[in-house]
Every structure is written in C-alpha cells, then in structure tokens.
C-alpha cells in the first residue's frame, strides 16, 4: 500500500509540475505576480461620457477619434469574446462616437440603411480614409448579434462583419454591405479594412462560439485560432490558420503596408504576417512584449502600440463583475531597431510608455498615439471613461 500510495503522489506531483511548466509563460504574461509602476501618468485627464469603448481608431489628419461603444451594463451580460452570453443583457445603445479633444465634443453617428434585427454589439472597428475621395471613411465594424435560433449560450453569436461609409464631418454611417460567413467569420474579434470598402482582414479569438472545447482551451492553450478574410465579389476565406488567442491586428504603413500585426491576447506576443498570394497571409516572426496584449495601433511614425492586459484575472474576474474597480492597464510602445539589432538579438524595442494601477486608465483594451500632437488616448471594453495622456 505505501510503494502504491508513494508512486500515486508522485505522479500527481508530476502531473502539476508539468502542468506548470506548461502553463508557466501564459500565467507570467496574464500578469501573475507582477508589480506595477506608474509610467506616464503625470499629464493626464479623463473623458468620463464615454464609456465602454472597446476600440480606439485615430482619424490622423484631424486628430479625431472615432470609438466603438456601448454600455457597461450590456458588456456585463453579452461580450462573446468572453464567453458572457446573456443576449437578454445585449444593449440597443451600442454607437460609433466621433470625440474632438480640441473642444471636448462628442459627435454620436447614426446608422442608416442597417436592417439587423437581431442587434448591434460592436467590438473590433476599423475607419479607412478611402483612396479615391479622403474625405470619404469606410467604417468597418464587428457586430455580434444574438443568434435567430437557439439558445445563444449554447450556440454563440451570430457574428458579422458590418461595412459604412461616411463623409468626414457627417453624422450618419450608411450602410453599404454586411460580410456573413459562419464556416470562416466565428469569433470575430478585431478587423483591419481596406481603402474601397470592399474588403477587409479580421482575428477569430477562438475555434469555437462555445461548448466544452471552448472551456477546455483556458488549460490546454491551443494553437487554434485564425484570421479571416472577406472581399464583396469573391467572398469569405480563411487568411491564416494556427495562430495562438488572437485579439487585435493592425495593418503596417508605407513600405510595411503589406505586413500584418496580431496580438495574443494571452502569452505576450505579436504575430508578424505578410501577405501574399490572393489575399493569404505568411509567417514571418514573432514580437515578444512579456505582456497579454488586446488591441493594436500604428502611429504615424510607424510606431507600434500595444494595450497591454496587465492583470488578466483581474480583469475578467473584477472588471467584468465591477466596471468601477481599478485593474491596472500598460500602454506599450513596439520599435523596430536599426540593422545592428538583429546581430545582437533585439530586433525590436518594447518600452513601457504609460502604466497605471487602474486609478487613471483601469482595464485598457485599446490605446492609440497621435504623435503629431503627441497624445495618448486610452479606453477599454468596460472601461468608464476615455483617458488622455499628453506625453
């Protein structure tokens, strides 16, 4: 019985070693056992109309920022990106919110020409000055709706992606098209379109809307998540597959115009994708920032930023249960180096631009760098206010 019960802990304590072993680098970029600084924090302010914002896009020319929202109390009850999936929670109130920091003004867009009677629940967003008229916008939107049948906590969103259009200064989005495609648009998450309102690139944050697989991917951390692609006349297909917790992408500029960005919302990396032949994206490295990382953001430097999830846990276990309680959040600045740095290793630089206990930003979910003015707009998915740093 001893040599029985001896060799059974053993392999219990191997099990949990390994286990932990495995688990090791995620729980370090969740945030597990940090200690937080304050960076940044010295010239700040807060927006406290907006609310709930989970996506920041930079309107550069005008240093305008458009704001994908809703309520706290809706991100509470229906946020499929995290499994809560109470579709009688889901808000009537989600908007696009256009902010003037110049006059402290906040411009609510409408919707025309949308028919969604299974609701409007944004997430990702992208604004896309068109190539042809720049005072033309293309607005691309991630909308999960609840689904037409079932039970939605057993079958998930029934997610889309929503394409606008607008004139720089009006107040209405109209609608021009909808991307539907359930075998390849699953979990969509954050989007990056194109300047014609004819395509658009988009994350899947997992395989599947829901079930026990789904749970089970908390502990075996698959490689199982994607990017997508959908064009108007050729349809929806699937870009690049094997990816780990995608959350955020974002497109290069200039010369990098072709290169992707993907953030891994839970082991601290950056995903670099090229493109390539007919609209597919390859491999070509990986950023490692030490931090869980939510939405992207490319300044006009070529910069690229991070919103780094600090304190995972807290973030879905206080945050989501309190949108007042204070999670601390960390703005993340991504450089490329000069051609030595690769010689030596450091490829790339990542500092630490801002970094708060939760007191002036609290859960961040996107953070973007208006570095002609040299601004640097915070908010978060059940944030209670946008926060501007002046740097």
């Not at 920041?56 to 305008?64: T, W």
């Not at 697989?213 to 929806?236: E, M, N, W």
Request: hydrophobic letters at 35%; glycine letters at 10%.
């Amino acid at each position: 019985m001893g040599l029985v019960f001896r060799s059974t802990a053993v392999l219990v304590l191997a099990i949990f070693a390994a286990g932990y072993i495995h688990l090791k680098p995620y729980l370090a970029a969740m945030g597990i056992g940090r200690s937080v600084e304050s960076i940044g924090t010295g010239n700040c302010s807060i927006v406290p109309d907006l609310q709930a914002c989970e996506k920041i896009v930079l309107h550069q020319p005008s240093g305008l920022l458009y704001l994908a929202c809703s309520t706290l109390r809706s991100r509470l009850q229906w946020m499929p990106a995290i499994s809560r999936l109470d579709a009688s929670g889901m808000s009537e109130d989600d908007h696009v919110a256009v902010y003037d920091y110049e006059t402290n003004s906040i411009t609510r867009l409408s919707f025309t020409g949308l028919s969604s009677p299974n609701g409007i629940s944004l997430h990702g967003m992208d604004v896309v000055i068109s190539t042809q008229e720049p005072s033309t916008l293309y607005v691309y939107l991630v909308n999960h709706r609840k689904p037409t049948s079932g039970d939605p906590s057993r079958v998930g969103a029934d997610s889309v992606i929503e394409v606008f259009e607008t004139r720089f200064g009006d107040s209405e989005l109209r609608h021009i098209r909808t991307f539907e495609d359930p075998a390849v648009i699953i979990t969509p998450n954050d989007v990056v379109g194109s300047p014609d309102g004819k395509s658009a690139y988009f994350t899947n944050d997992h395989a599947q809307k829901s079930g026990l697989k789904r749970d089970l991917g908390v502990l075996i951390q698959p490689y199982d998540t994607s990017v997508g692609f959908c064009h108007a006349d050729y349809g929806c297909k699937f870009a690049y597959r094997g990816l780990h917790a995608s959350n955020g992408i974002v497109k290069g500029l200039g010369h990098d115009n072709d290169t992707y960005y993907v953030a891994d919302s839970m082991l601290g990396e950056i995903t670099v994708l090229k493109r390539g032949p007919d609209h597919t994206l390859l491999f070509s490295e990986v950023i490692e920032t030490g931090f869980a990382a939510d939405n992207l953001a490319i300044d006009s430097n070529g910069a690229l930023w991070v919103a780094g999830l600090t304190d995972v846990l807290g973030f879905i276990s206080r945050k989501f249960e309190d949108p007042s309680a204070h999670v601390s959040s960390t703005g993340l600045r991504v450089t490329a180096n000069s051609d030595l740095g690769p010689v030596y290793g450091q490829r790339y630089s990542v500092d630490k631009v801002f970094e708060d206990s939760g007191r002036l930003a609290s859960g961040i979910t996107t953070v973007v760098y208006d570095s002609q003015r040299e601004r640097l707009f915070m908010h978060g998915v059940v944030s209670t206010h946008l926060t501007v740093c002046k740097l």
